[in-house]
């Protein structure tokens, strides 16, 4: 018991002191707080009453931003981690946030403020809800997708904020330069042709990279939230906080809900990419059906199905290793693994994560395998985005090397594995949109985290949709461009971040490329609806976290690497002058009219 008392005491001290130290004050305020009529009013006991208490607010210019409190105090930090999600009363208007009212007197919020200090050529984007304040609803977070940024919300946000919903999108590290003029010395990891190229330096190479900004992101996410609630006088648990993602960001607003259990109450994705995968073959699909249709008709033991088969298991192989930029012909074992449902596929999403895992942190010219060295430098270039980009249309960048690349699925598979070991009351109500455009091992994976998390008998547990475009017809960027599905795709988003429901339609065996398709999630689901076969291959995705675990292999060849770094730093640091040099070289000639057929290595 004394130890008891002796923390008790040691505990409540600081704030004895902090009341007898300002108890003058503080019955000033009681006064004061009699006589006020109006808003206004408070407001201004508030400025006078700083103004006499001004005794240890953060200084001129503190790096502090994020100090929720304006006396220095270790034992009341504790509150800033508060998520407003407890079921018990509000608390406090001072104490629900990192934010302090009389910290930003331009009337700045906390979004606003991180969006004008951002330095990126595309900066973060915000629209406010049109809605007065007694109807404001809430925030919907976008993450947008892999080369593009933050403007990438710009078209559907209008609806959005009919909704009285405001919309926030941060851009992703590296996502948001300007084109740079190579030619004129400007610094260009990528070369685009005609003496531009993209600046690359901030550009993750790394999962871990992504990770740590979805941390910061989260604290930005819950200041915004609790400033909205005191500006418009809504309590923060009648606010939604909707994560919104397109492509890559599908799995950034997976993990950022993951990070901040009760933050997000509601979880929307558009196109998931959860890792690499080929698109739909239509070709493929032909001879899939046809091989079925044949072994029905010929039955088990007779006819030339079985070759049929073999011939869609080899167009299946070239599929995956022209989309893993290796070129071959399938053989004996490579036909064995791609009969395998799943098999072929997954070992090949595995073994990338495990490259990008071990040398993904690692500068090119600190790799000493030339074969290694040679994949992760190799620059790729996505040319429609790239002429959107030149003329202005949209910003982003579209010009990358395979190092980028392999980051972006390492982080996805993390988050697609992690998300399917957690519990499904971890996430709010889901809607997934996805198109068959994308392929079947892409949808496949998204359809395996979606069965997750809709595989529970519990009554509270949060409402799972999937639904599908099919035929081919819906895009994968379907957001940033103006089509047939624009009116149809903004009104499935404002209905379900209304808090309307789900937006599926009945899956039929007629198939309608206007209409999101509902797929079944049940247990059993792809037993009982052979159709759904062609749509999605769900064992692609990994399952175990040790699945993701690199290899004694590359462990060992990442030692030899390190300990020739001792010896052969000098060449290092030559070789990436001289790779600068070329890549120089190669957009002046360019600039100036000359071709350069060689591809930067």
Known sequence: MDFIAIAMVTKTFPLFAFLAEHSQAARVSVDVFEDAKT??????????????????????????????????????????????????????????????????????????IYRDESDDHCAPFISRSTCPDSEYKGLVVYFHGYTACAEQIHLAAPHINNQCLDVIAPTFPGHGGRIMNCAEGEHCDVDIGGGRGFDLRELPTHASTYRGFIWSLNRIVRDERDHRASQTGKRIRHLTVAAMGLSFGGPMAQYAIMSWRGLYTKNLVINPYF???????????????????????????????????????????????????????????????????????????????????????????????????????????????????????????????????????????????????????AFPDTQILTTQSDGRSRNGMTYAFASHLEHTWMPWAPDVSMCMYRGGAMPHANLDKAGWWNSALFGQITHFLSGAGPVSAELTSNINTAVCAALPLNRGALRHNPDLRYLVTPEVAPRWAVQLWPGPLLLFLRGI????????????????????????EVSHHEGHGESATHSLQ
Not at 567 to 578: A, K, Q
């Open 561 to 584: 690497d390190d300990f020739a770094d001792l010896f052969l730093f000098p060449l290092h640091i030559m070789e990436r002058r001289s790779r600068n040099n070329n890549l120089m």
């Open 39 to 112: 808003a206004e009013e408070l407001w201004d006991w508030e400025d006078e009453t700083m103004n006499k208490l001004d005794t240890s607010q953060p200084e001129e210019g503190s790096d502090e931003a994020t100090t929720w409190w304006p006396h220095r105090s270790s034992e009341a930090a504790h509150a800033g981690d508060w998520d407003g999600t407890s079921d018990d009363a509000d608390v406090s208007h001072d104490a629900r946030s990192t934010w302090w009212p009389w910290g930003h007197r331009d009337g700045r919020s906390p979004f606003e």
């Open 275 to 425: 890792g690499v995968g080929p698109e739909i073959d239509p070709e493929l699909l032909d001879c899939e059906r046809n091989a079925m249709a044949a072994r029905e008709e010929q039955g088990w033991f007779g006819g030339d199905w079985r070759e049929q088969e073999r011939e869609c298991d080899h167009r299946k192989i070239m599929d995956w290793l022209n989309e893993a930029g290796v070129a071959g012909e399938s053989n004996v074992i490579l036909d064995f693994l791609a009969h395998r449902t799943g098999q072929l596929e997954r070992t090949i999403t595995t073994d990338l994560v495990h490259l990008s895992d071990v040398y993904g942190g690692l500068d090119s010219s600190r790799i000493d395998i030339p074969p290694l060295k040679a994949i992760l430098d190799r620059q790729m270039t996505w040319g429609e985005n790239c002429g959107r980009i030149t003329t202005g249309v949209t910003k982003g960048i579209c010009a990358f090397k395979v190092a980028h690349l392999l980051a972006t699925h390492s982080f996805a598979m993390h988050v697609l594995v992690q998300g399917r070991s957690r519990s499904s009351y």
